[in-house]
């Protein structure tokens, strides 16, 4: 197990993408939260296997229909186990 920290650039706030987001971590088995950031980009913290972590963050390249991904930061980090649940984080 593992945690990756995304902040991702581009038309990403106002379609739909933190709720795409919860869709596919929950689909994936992932734990942790995404929220949009003042700057217009958002971020995710997300705790499961690394594989289904990579394919999380593949997929949070492109996004929803109708976002537009300029950059995703990825960064791999050591696994924490304190998430019971993916929310969006207010």
Known sequence: MVRVRLRIEGRVQGVFFRASTVERANRLGAKGWVRN??????????????????????????????????????????????FADFRVKR
């Open 37 to 82: 950031c003042p700057d217009g980009t958002v971020e995710v913290v997300a705790e499961g296997e690394r594989k289904k972590l990579a394919d999380f963050a593949t997929w949070c390249g492109h996004g929803p229909p109708g976002a537009h991904v300029r950059n995703v930061d990825l960064q791999w980090e050591d696994f924490q186990g304190e």
